[in-house]
């Protein structure tokens, strides 16, 4: 019985098939806006995840001044010095420890010049934030402690200063420094911020501090938690030291911040699973009209067809054997056009991501969503039309013209 | 049960004072007047009287497609008066063949399937049905026609695939209200010496609405309504 009703509400389906076809639409236009929307979300998520987990496995970072690092209270903190450095190292749980004196300066070779951050730092800096060394060497730690005038540039600055000449060897000059390429690092691409993570120099932090800041200040540092610890029990260990070591009374608040990585990308997956949502929500408003136009048709097709319904009824149909007619006509519109849906809805993805250069994230759930509400739809749709035409008295049916 | 009848056979049909009543107060039609009325099994029997005597009012009430207002209606000896849609349907999926005047074929189906339709909610199998409708058509002499839509297919033709779906069960009562209404003579003729053929050779119980003496001629039984009752019974010329 249920697969004769099945192959005539296709047989159905297949004679109106203009009108079948506009129907279906709705729900092509609304699952195919679903699916495309969400995988867009869910592709932006994917890829800040990504960019945050590239920035460093473990990676906790330490800044002055309480809340994010560019609000105001930075400036008033106190910066943290060289020796804080050892201390942190002593922590329970730091694997790597690189301190951080940093600016955005200009960087000048030939007759070119670039803005650039320019980084004073130690060997273990490499290792934290998982840079590599492409061409050249790194500087070592005889130079790190004599505080040499040495550097290693990224990818972005060695394309922008030297274009396609070999930079090993020559010199850049920053401020009044007159610095020696001796690295070049490889490509990482843009942090989760947006910023070029390769147009930096890095140089021993004894240079910077002495010959180009011409301060004893640290920035900040970074630091690698080890696996087998808890992160924010790593966190609290580098907070107490601080502490102590800044004479911060108790219950006075911290004048620096410990955040790790999880942290931020917990944040900023939070900010685009609810655009993800928001995206969705919105698509999921055209399934609805979807579905509101199946009910429209199936309305139009029950009083079209009432005297086919009043023949079906007098040969001896039961109303709930006319109700399955028509609901299953009603779920196969909907589950044909969720189906087209689908695919349009994977297309549609899969060019976005192309567009943006995304990745292409389809999960299967969302899929499998989009076919359970198409069907929905077409079952809460087509009830009324089905109960109408099931209630339809025979000999009245009979008599319709 | 109702009270067996003479011969000690209980009828296939039997009603007792039977009324059904359209509208209410000012606008109140008795359309049936208490009608009272035995059938027996293999019986061919016309119904006869004016427009507007209760006739089709009757049948849908004799072929379960409606529910009289007031009386009793014996099926078999059951009571059936007091039933609701979905038992009717029931009981017209399994015991009654109904051929309208206006054919009330599917349009958009062809013959087979419009014959098979009653086979369908029987939840027949698909080789069983095909069996069956062609045996149906056979029977009706429209073996060729079966893939034809009713379009296709001339009023007689049209008409004697209506039969051919309400013999396809093998019902206990075939009801036919007015078969023969919109067809010409030597149509109609053909349409009642099938009618014939199927009560004298092969035992249908068939009870025909016509207003037309020449059809009621057809018939063993003759039962005519005036106003709602029934004024007359009496054997026709088939029972010759
Ligand atoms: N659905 C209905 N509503 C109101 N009155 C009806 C209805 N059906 C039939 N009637 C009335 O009942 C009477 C009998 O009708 P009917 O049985 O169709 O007569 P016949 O078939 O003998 O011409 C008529 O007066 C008709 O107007
Ligand atoms: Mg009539």
């Known amino acids: ?64 001044g309480s809340g994010h690092r560019r609000s105001g209270t930075a400036a008033s ?76 540039i990224g990818a972005t600055t060695r394309e922008d200063l030297f274009g396609s000449q070999d930079p090993i060897g020559e010199s850049i000059r ?67 030291v601080l502490r102590e070591r800044r004479r911060i009374a108790s219950g006075a608040t911290d004048d620096f911040t ?103 994230v389809v999960s299967p759930e969302t899929i499998l969503l989009a076919f359970v509400v198409s069907a929905l739809i077409g079952v809460v749709f087509g009830y009324l039309p089905a109960r109408k035409a099931a209630r339809l008295e025979p000999i009245e049916a009979l008599r319709h013209e | 049960m109702a009270a067996p009848s003479a011969t000690g056979q209980v009828p296939l049909i039997q009603l007792a004072g039977l009324t059904k009543h359209y509208g209410k107060g000012e606008s109140l039609v008795r359309a049936l007047d208490g009608i009272d009325l035995i059938v027996q099994d293999g019986e061919f029997v016309a119904v006869m009287g004016a427009s507007g005597s209760g006739k089709s009012t009757c049948m849908n009430l004799l072929g379960f497609l409606d529910a ?34 206006g054919f009330n074929l599917l349009a958009r189906s062809t013959a087979r399937e419009n014959v098979e339709l009653p086979l369908v909610y029987r939840r027949m199998a698909a080789s069983e049905r095909r069996h069956l409708s062609a045996r149906a058509l056979q029977r009706v002499g429209l073996s060729d026609r079966g893939h034809h839509l009713p379009s296709e297919l001339s009023g007689g033709q049209q008409q004697r695939v209506a039969i051919a779906r309400a013999l396809v069960t093998t019902p206990s009562l075939l009801l036919a209200d007015e078969p023969t209404g919109n067809l010409d003579s030597r149509t109609s003729a053909e349409i009642m010496d099938l009618l014939v053929h199927l009560n004298r050779d092969e035992g249908i119980t068939i009870v025909m609405v016509t207003h037309e003496p020449d059809m009621a001629r057809y018939a063993r039984r003759v039962v005519e309504f005036r106003d709602g009752r029934i004024v007359s019974d009496h054997p026709g010329e088939g029972a010759h």
Not at chain 1, 5 to 34: C, K
Not at chain 1, 40 to 45: A, I, N, P, R
């Open chain 1, 1 to 64: 019985m249920f697969w004769s009703t099945l192959l005539m509400a296709l047989q159905e389906i297949r004679r109106n098939a203009l009108r079948s076809f506009l129907t279906m639409l709705g729900m092509v236009i609304g699952v195919g806006a679903v699916i495309t929307l969400v995988s867009v979300g869910q592709g932006t998520t994917a890829q800040v995840t990504a960019d945050i987990a590239k920035m460093g496995k473990n990676l906790v970072m330490v800044f002055p």
């Open chain 1, 77 to 152: 903190a106190p910066p943290f010095r060289n020796e804080d450095s050892v201390a942190l190292a002593a922590v329970q749980g730091v694997e790597a420890i690189a301190p951080l004196a940093a600016g955005n300066l200009l960087v000048v070779y030939g007759n070119k010049n670039e803005s650039t951050q320019v980084m004073g730092t130690t060997t273990a800096y490499l290792g934290i934030r998982e840079y590599a060394v492409e061409q050249g060497r790194m500087f070592s730690v005889s130079e790190e402690h004599a505080g040499r005038p040495v550097c290693v």
């Open chain 1, 174 to 240: 920053i401020q009044r420094l007159s610095c020696q390429v001796i690295g070049v690092l490889a490509s990482k691409g843009q942090s989760a911020g947006g910023q070029d993570q390769d147009k930096v120099v890095l140089m021993p932090l004894l240079t910077f501090q002495r010959r180009v800041a011409g301060t004893p200040d640290v920035s900040s540092f970074f630091v690698t938690a080890a696996d087998e610890i808890d992160t924010s029990r790593v966190i609290s260990g580098i907070a107490s």
């Open chain 1, 258 to 360: 410990v955040r790790d990585t999880a942290e931020i990308a917990q944040a900023v997956t939070a900010a685009t699973s609810s655009m993800t949502a928001l995206l969705g929500a919105i698509a999921a408003v055209s399934l609805i009209v979807g579905g509101i136009g199946i009910m429209n048709i199936m309305l139009v097709s029950v009083t079209e067809r009432t005297r086919e319904i009043g023949i079906r009824i007098a040969i001896g149909a039961l109303g709930r054997e006319v109700m399955l007619q028509f609901l299953v006509e009603s779920v196969v519109l909907s589950v044909l056009g969720g189906l087209i849906g689908v695919l349009f809805g994977v297309l549609g993805a899969y060019g976005v991501s192309r567009g943006l250069s995304m990745p292409f």
């Open chain 2, 68 to 101: 009289p207002t007031g009386g009793r209606q014996f099926f078999r000896g059951v009571d059936v008066s007091t039933l609701d849609g979905d038992q009717r349907a029931l009981l017209r999926r399994n015991f009654i063949g109904f051929v309208f005047q």
